[in-house]
């Protein structure tokens, strides 16, 4: 893969393949929710975003793989009660193996299922409009996995004098609240610490999206 592709391809799975290892599993499956949650507000199962709350945590080692499952089970029993059943249950199999080790293959399916199947329900849809929403996904998952690793072409050495207790807290507001907003505020206390490097402040400064993950938070927070 070349950097261009990294930075330009809309379809997830060569990426995958290009960093399947175990140490970016975080990362992979950080994007895996990242991507899933944006779906979420269409039904109104609370446990299943209660699912993703905790297998985030999980990730960071804050809660075990037995907590996971049980909210899990619950949240796949609350949808399969639902009548009708929400294209969102497309994701199911991806999971109901074992609920925590996502299939990030099934996932993404899942989410380009779940894209097509919006795109369909509006009574105007075509073919091409349908065509048009899987696109936009694409496009989604490739900002998404930007947001979360970066340009691995270009690895960014990150100098610990730049982690002050302001940028830290900043960071840790962010990650902790999944709310991104404050990434101009952690540019210019990362600048205030000394670090002009463009990479980080650009990303920044970007519209994002952000999310968990985000490759610069992480920097700051120390974590791999």
């Not at 379809?11 to 979420?40: G, N, P, Q, T």
């Not at 109104?44 to 699912?51: A, D, R």
């Not at 399969?80 to 059943?85: A, M, R």
């Amino acid at each position: 893969m070349t950097e261009e592709e990294w930075l330009t391809h809309e379809h997830i799975f060569s990426e995958w393949h290009f960093l399947k290892d175990e140490k970016y599993r975080r990362r992979w499956d950080l994007f895996a929710i990242a991507c899933l949650r944006r779906f979420v507000p269409r039904i109104t199962e609370e446990s299943l975003s209660e699912y993703f709350d905790l297998y985030e945590r999980a990730v960071d080692g804050l809660a075990t793989h037995a907590d996971v499952e049980a909210v899990w089970h619950r949240c796949l029993s609350a949808l399969q009660d639902l009548d009708p059943q929400p294209p969102f249950v497309a994701f199911v199999p991806a999971i109901s193996g074992d609920p925590v080790d996502m299939d990030l293959e099934e996932l993404t399916y899942a989410c380009a299922s779940l894209a097509e199947a919006e795109a369909a329900m509006s009574p105007e849809s075509t073919a091409m409009q349908t065509a048009m929403a899987l696109d936009n996904e694409h496009r989604r998952w490739t900002s998404i996995r930007l947001d979360i690793f970066g340009n691995p072409f270009r690895p960014v050495a990150f100098d610990p004098s730049w982690r002050t207790s302001t940028a830290v807290a900043i960071a840790r507001g962010m990650y902790d609240s999944r709310d991104f907003s404050a990434m101009p505020i952690l540019a210019d206390a990362l600048q205030d610490a000394g670090c002009e490097h463009a990479d980080i402040l650009d990303h920044c400064r970007s519209p994002g999206p952000h999310v968990k993950g985000c490759w610069v938070v992480d920097l700051v927070l120390g974590k791999e």
